[in-house]
């Protein structure tokens, strides 16, 4: 066992090639184990094994710097930077995040989780480098579909114009991106990879870059080779290795796509061990598309490289044919297109989680919501209730995009409510809308919902009360429910339910009349207060004798929260709520 | 005299080369008169001259659509669509705007004037054309530097990998951003213009796409030929034109930078009509960064291809040598870059405008504010008064990234406030931190301004008084000051003059105190009230007695607003504010 020695990259360098070879096959048995047992990144940290070896073993870590895109790949990094026990020892497997972090390791330079940073980020550590008179190489590695953002490609290029010192961009070319790749770049590389890097057009040699490529980047020997010879160079260069996403585990090696990610599985079969078949909004939004795009051809999913995460496996891809557009990981483009194909009747619909929306404000503001296009955004993953990792975190949608004129940002709280506004999106040509899917389990009436939304901002009054309105948004409506009802329990009053549905307005009709009967509103919402939905109900009732307590999120990053936790903190909870409320 | 018998592209088709080449003469002298007395972007304008007319000779608009990018060259395109009179006719000159627009023409399909999206847009302008089974050419035309933005790319890899039908891009090969161009693509470019289009590796090829070159892309024959030729075609194709930026204004075609974009100046000499000698906040900021990085070699100045607002000309650039970096039209990698130096003990400020910054929501979020790198952000034209058009507002800044976490966003209300909050920003390794330079005329003191900024969201109580607190952020806390002084006037009360200067936080202990002898706050700032400062407060008191106002602009697009208007309507004058205050 060689892993069990490597505390540093230095034990690294004491290996021969053979014994690193044995440590590539310890490495991937270590992933396999601990992705099977607690879930993980899979086959993209399978296919890095030897690259990342042949790195520390060339180059001298922290002083030579590597910049892991998305750094769901950084895994064997992690295992060869003194972190191995987190991946070795069951108990320790949550002692290091998924993704690079400074604080965890002097051998990571950044928390980063979004893709197609690395290349700007490593430029700015080279830039740093050089304005301090300092030495050391700056490398940084990129794959799984990441080179088609529009940052990477624009720091491919500031790299090949404008840095003159020493860069390394290890392009990890495993072709696939989670599912197939997408784009005209991807093409070049295949020719590259098939003409031992020969081919003309060269992609990166366009950007004014140098250029090395390594046949078999699953092969140590290479691999050092080619690392060996740009250790110290004097200026940007790609080393494009050919990987094999999955690499040791067969399944993933040839089935890919569902291999990038996993939940916990059986070894053997490769069958996951929990399966949960209960309907969810994903589910029933992605047989709502399906259904609708065959009724008209002029509906078109649009996603950027997450078909996952709109819940189409490849066999429904395949039934829609050209009705659904990947368009890599690319979503200011995504966004610009759907813009476009709504300015001219067609109906798109872009699918994308909430923390991957943010990569794209200003074609929000500047494609869609000015020329008031309507396209429909479908948002994922929102809120408290998702991914957890501070570097996807889903509750900053709101603040973020809640504040740009024109968008119709609606909050369903249950099923048949989220049908019926994807309904009358689709339909509807007046305004950009986009419809945030509730966090938590589905919930249904089993009754169709009716309403005209096209009458803006109109909130929805499910209960007539007196003295306090809880108004609650998306996912805590049914919060606000049992506040009310816990309420009543305690104090006999009947409380004013509310379901507001139009993040992006205020119906100042409703809130004028509550003025009448009640002294007290307190808003609900799945996301940080700051510049979200409640501020906007306290800022209307700012010069009246209406109370006002929103409740949401603090403004913070947190990593791998507990959400009950989380919901506790900052008192999402109905007793708690309730006890706030009989202050008053 | 041609130009006067265009109504329609249908004239256009009428003419014979010999006639095009006079009307491209009338069209050049349109734009010289035009901008000469009325101001506008002139180098970009005359140099399209010619491949605009060829394009409405072969091209069949608005059936065949044209999405010029950014559209600040889209002048002699509205010439040829039936608006020629907002060109000749001195009184008419502002009947249209700056930038394309489709509810000026239809032969305009976007409002825009953010650089980079045309590719995009134009293939979501072909997809819902492909899908309604419709037919005809689209056509982007794109240049001055835009092609590095990551949108643009992104859009050339998706049409060169992943679109199957009719896309023309015409690549407008000026060899100038702004400023000169920066990126390892224009090397590119170069090499190809070079070489007839025949150099290895075109980066277009690379991203899958077809290609032709057009030597001279101010010759109506050459261009005619070439876009007859890629008329109708099956499949996407970049059409490399190269042109002369400031065609046929001698002056412009040498110095091609500051005749980008020109105020009103004497045709003879080149002069500008009005000279504006007031030292304002772009002077003393780039006086104050050539200072402090002549006396530190780690602080580096970032643009994203517009040195113009930092008001850092060519000969300030040569000054500082490599410590001012043009990223290009790249701000997602200005952020990023400034993140890495930041991390690494460098002093990185970037300079950009309002608007602009909203083409990095996610950078800001991902790559800086998650890792608290303590770079500095200058944020120019920001609020109400600046530029006006509806796609170069500044007064979403606040709401953009005002609550994104770690992020120290500060208002300075004078000359004197602001070096101070420069000088501690750059210093300190703590914070990401942005600067809002105020809008107007610049205040000064006269005295040096002295604060631990480094003690988060400590506003300053300029003048104590009682009843009435009045908080004004920014460029607004002079209108405080007014609003306090008549107040004091009309009602012998003095009110509380609260200069905030922190954006991101609130002063809870100060605004705590406030309820023991005040019973109204207002809040003033120079940003729409959505997702804003005032909203923050307004939630603060919302479970309190004390009552809130919150003055700003509405959430709204508006193009080319007056602003004294705009102010008035948004009851930002001090008379409408005392009226309001004067019934409480």
């Known amino acids: 066992m060689y892993l069990e020695k490597i505390n540093s990259p230095k034990d690294v360098k004491k290996l021969s090639i053979e014994e690193m070879k044995v440590l590539a096959k310890e490495i991937r048995e270590a992933i396999i184990t601990r992705d099977a047992k607690h879930g993980g990144h899979f ?12 790195l520390h073993y060339i180059f001298d870590s922290p002083k030579d710097k590597f910049v892991f895109d998305v750094s769901h790949q950084s895994y064997p990094h992690k295992m060869l930077t003194g972190r191995r026990q987190a991946f070795t020892d069951e108990a320790h497997y949550d002692d290091v995040t998924g993704y690079s972090n400074q604080n965890e390791s002097e051998h990571d330079h950044f928390i980063l989780g979004h893709t197609s940073t690395s290349v700007s980020l490593a430029i700015g550590l080279a830039k740093a ?53 997408h784009g005209g770049l991807y093409k070049n590389l295949k020719q ?11 992609l990166f040699k366009a950007m004014g870059l140098d250029y090395i490529f390594v046949k078999d980047g699953n092969n140590l020997e290479e691999l050092i080779e080619a690392f060996k010879k740009v250790k110290d160079i004097n200026h940007p260069i790609v080393v494009h290795i050919h990987t094999q996403k999955g690499k040791g585990y067969k399944l993933a090696e040839i089935d890919r ?49 997450t078909a996952g995460v709109l819940g189409f496996l490849k066999e429904d891809r395949d039934k829609v044919g ?17 813009s476009g194909m709504a300015s001219k009747g067609a109906k798109p619909v872009y699918g994308v989680a909430s923390t991957f929306l943010q990569r ?26 998702g991914m957890n990792d501070v570097t996807h975190l889903g509750w900053f949608d709101m603040a973020m995009m809640g504040n740009i004129p024109n968008l119709v940002y609606l909050a369903p709280t249950t099923k048949e409510e989220h049908l019926a506004m994807l309904e009358w999106s689709v339909n509807q040509q007046e305004h950009p809308v986009a419809i945030r899917i509730p966090g938590g389990q589905m919930v249904s009436t089993g009754k169709e919902f009716k309403k005209d939304f096209s009458k ?50 205020v119906d100042e009709k409703l809130l004028e009349e509550l003025k009448k009967d009640h002294s007290l509103v307190i808003t609900l919402e799945d996301g940080v207060l700051n510049g979200g939905f409640g501020e906007k109900i306290a800022r209307f009732y700012g010069n009246s004798d209406m109370k006002v307590l929103n409740y949401g999120l603090k403004k913070e990053f947190l990593d791998r929260c507990d959400i009950g936790e989380l919901l506790t903190r900052n008192r999402l909870k109905a007793d708690l709520i309730v006890e706030d409320l009989l202050k008053y």
């Open 257 to 305: 796509e569902p291999w990038h990610y996993t939940m916990p599985f059986n070894i053997e079969t490769g069958k996951p061990l929990y399966m949960d078949d209960t309907e969810d909004y994903t589910e029933v939004t992605k047989k709502y598309l399906v259904k609708k795009m065959k009724e008209d051809k002029t509906v078109v999913t649009i996603t950027s490289a």
């Open 43 to 54: 086959g993209p940290n399978l296919g890095i094994v030897e690259a990342t070896i042949a």
């Open 129 to 181: 480098r050089d304005v301090k008179g300092e030495s050391g190489n700056v490398v940084a590695i990129i794959g799984d579909g990441s080179l088609s953002g529009g940052e990477a490609l624009e720091g491919l290029d500031f790299a090949g114009g404008e840095l003159k010192s020493n860069l390394i961009i290890v392009a990890n070319d495993n072709d696939m991106s989670i599912s197939e790749v």
């Open 360 to 385: 794209t404000y200003d074609q929000l503001s500047q494609d869609l919501c000015i020329n008031n296009n309507p396209a429909t955004i479908v948002v994922y993953y929102a809120g408290a209730i």
């Open 322 to 338: 050209s009705q659904f557009i990947d368009v890599g990981i690319a979503e200011e483009t995504a966004v610009a297109i759907a």
């Open 456 to 505: 803006l901002n109109t909130y929805e009054v499910n209960q007539k009360g007196e003295k306090v309105a809880i108004i609650g948004l998306g996912t805590f409506y049914q919060l606000g429910e049992k506040v009310a009802k816990l309420y009543q329990e305690k104090t006999g009053v009947q409380a004013t339910v509310i379901n507001p549905m139009y993040i992006t307005g």
């Open 192 to 202: 590259l990879r098939e003409t031992d890097g020969k081919a003309e057009n060269n």
